[in-house]
């Protein structure tokens, strides 16, 4: 939430692209930016090879990518007066496999990630998502509310493989981290990802306390009726 209240802002980049392909399918832009997120998750699995890190930069770009034609499609929707349930749902879905592919190429990479911490931070990522579309699946308002929303999670998506590359190539890819009572050496990507795991759960929690309090609300205005 902390980014997607500013989707607007970035019209400016959509708008003009979104005109001249008014003409356009929304739900085959919807296509392209599923197929570019699973080759982004696939860059980020394999800048774990050898000599390979420079493949996070091209990740990085692939998530901006990516990110641009899930924006585009519901643009060109607007536009094009082509809104559709259908097309909203397919949205929602290749949203989340997109979530999947992108942060799971870092997740179940052993060179970068604990495995452990990438299926905490997979969880929290889709927790989120889901609060949001239950609530409005119950009849409840549809919840962008939280500290972690799609938008916040492309950018980081976006910024920490390139921290993360530039780390590598300075000799600080990897640094250590002690608590008095236990140690260890973590990477940046691994910071991004204990992110995705305690705020995005805190993130899910958050939406599922407003649902509840604004469940309540619904069924005091109904008993007034």
């Known amino acids: 939430m902390v980014l997607d209240g500013q989707r607007a802002r970035v019209d400016f980049v959509l708008t003009p692209v979104a005109k001249k392909f008014i003409n356009a399918n929304p739900n085959t832009v919807s296509w392209i930016g599923l197929i570019i997120a699973l080759i982004c998750g696939v860059i980020f699995y394999l800048s774990g090879s050898s000599d390979s890190e420079w493949l996070l930069i091209v990740g990085a770009v692939m998530v901006i990518i990516s990110g641009y034609f899930d924006a585009l499609d519901g643009k ?74 799609r938008a916040d999670r492309v950018v980081l998506s976006t910024i920490f493989p390139i921290i993360q590359f530039v780390m590598c190539m300075i000799g600080y890819g990897w640094f250590h981290v002690d608590f008095g009572f236990t140690d260890f050496d973590m990477n940046w990507l691994e910071l991004m990802m204990i992110w995705f795991a305690v705020v995005g759960n805190f993130t899910a929690i958050q939406r599922a306390i407003i649902t509840w309090n604004n469940l309540g609300k619904m069924e005091e205005e109904e008993k007034k009726e």
């Not at 082509?82 to 949203?95: A, E, M, P, Q, R």
């Not at 870092?106 to 495995?115: K, S, V």
């Not at 699946?137 to 962008?144: E, F, H, K, N, T």
């Open 76 to 149: 060109i929707a607007k536009l094009g007066n082509k809104c559709t349930k259908k097309g909203d749902y397919l949205d929602h879905v290749f949203d989340r496999y997109a979530d999947v592919f992108m942060i799971g190429g870092i997740a179940f990479c052993a060179y970068w990630c604990d495995p452990y911490l990438g299926m905490l931070a997979l969880v929290g990522v889709l927790l989120t998502s889901y609060m949001g579309t239950q609530a409005q699946a119950i009849g409840a308002p549809r919840l962008y509310a939280g500290l972690l929303g």
